[in-house]
């Protein structure tokens, strides 16, 4: 993983083998069918490239193909400015924004590792996707 920032984004871009790994187990094969996930964008996205390598940025939660927003990857040969702060950590808010939480509270943002970050996001869609079918057959 690369990581730092890039203008006002913080970004952790994952290597070729990094990145089948993370689309793996971020499940996005079963989010965002035909996508493959590229790295993280400022903690809250993800960035995925479809077949034809285009990019996009995406939320973790809900990591659903309505809100891709195209997001162009800084060039292969730039340099993200290192922050010791936050390298080898993962903003995460403990109540997602999607389900209320609230974002500019401080009790609410935690930092986690890379493991428990993905077994959050698989987690909490999976949350998402429950209370979207619940939603509909109520």
Same mark, same amino acid.
């Not at 913080?10 to 793996?24: C, H, K, N, T, V």
């Not at 702060?85 to 999607?98: H, N, Q």
């Given at each position: 993983m690369h990581e730092g /920032?890039?203008?006002n984004d913080y970004l952790?871009?994952?290597s070729e083998p990094e990145a089948a790994d993370a689309s793996l =187990?971020?499940?996005? +094969?079963? /989010?965002?069918?035909?996508?493959? +996930?590229?790295?993280? =964008?400022? /903690?809250?996205?993800?960035?995925v490239k479809n077949s034809a390598t285009e990019t996009f940025s995406v939320?973790?939660?809900p990591m659903q193909a309505q809100y891709l927003s195209p997001f162009a990857l800084p060039p292969a040969d730039t340099v993200l400015r290192g922050d010791e =702060?936050?390298?080898?950590?993962i903003k995460w808010y403990a109540k997602p924004i999607v389900f209320g939480g609230a974002p500019d509270r401080s009790?609410?943002?935690?930092?986690?590792s890379y493991d428990e970050h993905v077994k959050l996001v698989s987690s909490w869609n999976e949350k998402y996707l429950a209370a979207k079918a619940n939603a509909s057959h109520g």
């Amino acid at each position: 993983m690369h990581e730092g /920032w890039h203008h006002n984004d913080y970004l952790i871009l994952f290597s070729e083998p990094e990145a089948a790994d993370a689309s793996l =187990r971020y499940g996005v +094969a079963q /989010w965002l069918p035909g996508f493959s +996930a590229v790295g993280l =964008r400022s /903690w809250d996205n993800l960035i995925v490239k479809n077949s034809a390598t285009e990019t996009f940025s995406v939320p973790v939660v809900p990591m659903q193909a309505q809100y891709l927003s195209p997001f162009a990857l800084p060039p292969a040969d730039t340099v993200l400015r290192g922050d010791e =702060r936050f390298t080898g950590k993962i903003k995460w808010y403990a109540k997602p924004i999607v389900f209320g939480g609230a974002p500019d509270r401080s009790e609410n943002l935690v930092w986690v590792s890379y493991d428990e970050h993905v077994k959050l996001v698989s987690s909490w869609n999976e949350k998402y996707l429950a209370a979207k079918a619940n939603a509909s057959h109520g």
